[in-house]
């Protein structure tokens, strides 16, 4: 990509030395820039005072639905949502300079940006942002490496929709359930194990250890069980008996069932309060 000087360190021999001539340089431009347009990401460079593209790559079309040719000298606000200009001119705003003011200073960074196509589509990109500093310490240029992500974000809308379900059906278990990490975390309760542990979900949920509601003398069985059935062995009980100790500090015989999540070191427990029954 050819800048001017204030934003590149060039390395060029002088032609008189080398021996090369203009002709000769202006073939390596065009080389570069050949190269650049068969990327498979799409490259753009933007003045960052004007948010103006300076240089758009020819796979920039794919994203944006505009040809490259169409896209040089016009505003990048013209292909973004109103969203997605705005978290770029507030990025330039607060990196204006490298040091001094600014609170969220960067060199190069991850940014979400959606596009609209003129299909009247919206499409999710990727962006690798790099700021470039001239002369006077303030930022003169964005480049920016484009790539379409609207597949990764429709796998993550679908994931969070398939766990927003499974949460339901969760919550929706009469017994009080936990899913218990390799580490013995807790890592997700139900509402009927709030209600059974006498505590919060904010203060359970990646916080305690199965072993904090088990009675001291119980705690290394229970441990013991919590490692080998991330074993794999047979010798550890699907269900056992053991003794449960609340936020209180009561103490209730308990059975748990529990049973590793295929693929993981996590493990779903069951928990039934054996002191209701025997009474």
Excluded at 214 to 224: C, F, T
Excluded at 247 to 270: F, H, M, N, Y
């Amino acid at each position: 990509i050819m800048m001017s000087n204030e934003s590149t360190n060039t390395h060029s021999p002088d032609p008189e030395k080398s021996g090369k001539t203009g002709p000769t340089n202006q073939n390596e431009q065009t080389f570069y820039l050949e190269l650049l347009n068969t990327a498979p990401d799409a490259i753009w460079v933007i003045d960052a005072q004007k948010l103006v593209f300076e240089y758009v790559s020819a796979q920039m079309e794919s994203i944006s639905g505009y040809p490259a040719e169409t896209l040089t000298g016009s505003s990048i606000s013209d292909i973004l949502t109103s969203p997605s200009y705005d978290r770029l001119k507030n990025l330039v705003h607060d990196n204006l300079y490298p040091d001094g003011q600014a609170a969220n200073r960067f060199r190069t960074r991850e940014v979400k940006l959606v596009h609209k196509h003129p299909s009247g589509e919206r499409i999710n990109a990727g962006v690798r942002l790099s700021l470039v500093y001239g002369e006077n310490h303030m930022l003169s240029r964005l480049i920016g490496i484009s790539r379409n992500i609207d597949r990764q974000v429709a796998a993550e809308k679908n994931l969070s929709e398939s766990e927003s379900t499974y949460r339901s059906a969760f919550e929706s278990i009469a017994t009080a359930c936990a899913i218990i990490d390799g580490d013995t975390t807790i890592s997700l309760v139900n509402r009927e194990f709030e209600k059974f542990a006498r505590m919060p979900t904010s203060q359970i949920e990646g916080k305690l250890s199965l072993t904090h509601f088990i009675s001291k003398k119980e705690q290394p069985r229970v441990i013991e069980f919590h490692v080998l059935r991330r074993l794999d062995t047979p010798l550890v009980p699907r269900t056992y008996e053991t003794e449960w100790v609340d936020q209180t500090g009561d103490l209730r015989p308990v059975v748990i069932a529990e049973s590793l999540i295929p693929g993981t070191k996590k493990s779903v427990a069951s928990i039934i309060d054996l002191s209701r029954i025997r009474k």
